[in-house]
């Protein structure tokens, strides 16, 4: 086994037991199941208020408007996930990359490790790649997630070309956090403080997020 893979499946082994870890993954369900409730919540009410505008019309004697979900995609009731990944799901995913920096150096694991013949990149590459398995299986839960809560509210079970967007979709999701947890690695790796890593991170979270 290779140098970068034992690092990853420490960080791997550390991940699981970090709170950290787990408030991203529990963050992350809980967004998914708001967007769908909120998703549900709004349709729903439209189409109450449609339903009862058609009621009204139809005794008058007039034509009834266009359903105004005719045309919107059944994916459109997770729109707000769109928002939920790059501002909640960022943040979370720079503690996990900084921590996993900060937490070696501080418990002085570092010490040991670059006493033996280890090179710097396979210990960074094997903590990105440990982060990067922990991402998959949070964005994996979330897809399943979603998944879920379509066929609840659609009462139908996705199609083929909905769970391959909604891959797609968990999949750049996935990326994009991951490189949020790369900018805290690089952040924690070039500074010597934790709380200055974490701002400066934070700091690029915020020039990519509103600045953009």
Known sequence: MSAAAVVARQQL???SRSNTFL?????????????GYIGWSSHSTILSVYDETV???KAAGKPAPPNPF????????????????????????????GTSVTGDRQAGVTRVI???????????????????IAVTAIMAAC?????????LINQGLPTATELLRLTLF????????????????????????????LF???????LVTFAT
Do not use: C, E, H
Request: overall charge positive.
């Open 13 to 15: 082994r550390l991940l």
């Open 23 to 35: 408030l991203l993954l529990v963050v992350l369900l809980g967004m998914t199941a708001l967007s």
């Open 55 to 57: 009621r009204v019309l």
């Open 70 to 97: 005719a045309d919107k995609p059944r994916l459109s009731l997770l729109n707000n996930m769109i928002i939920y990944v790059p501002l909640i799901g960022a943040l979370l995913a720079i503690v996990i990359g």
């Open 114 to 132: 670059f006493s033996r013949p280890l090179r710097r990149s396979s210990y960074f590459w094997g903590k990105l790649g440990g982060s990067a």
């Open 143 to 151: 897809l399943a997630s979603s998944a879920i809560g379509l066929t």
């Open 170 to 197: 968990y999949a750049l999701s996935g990326l994009y956090l991951l490189l949020f947890v790369l900018v805290g690695m690089v952040a924690a790796l070039l500074t010597r403080s934790q709380s200055l890593g």
């Open 200 to 206: 400066a991170a934070v700091a690029v979270w915020v």
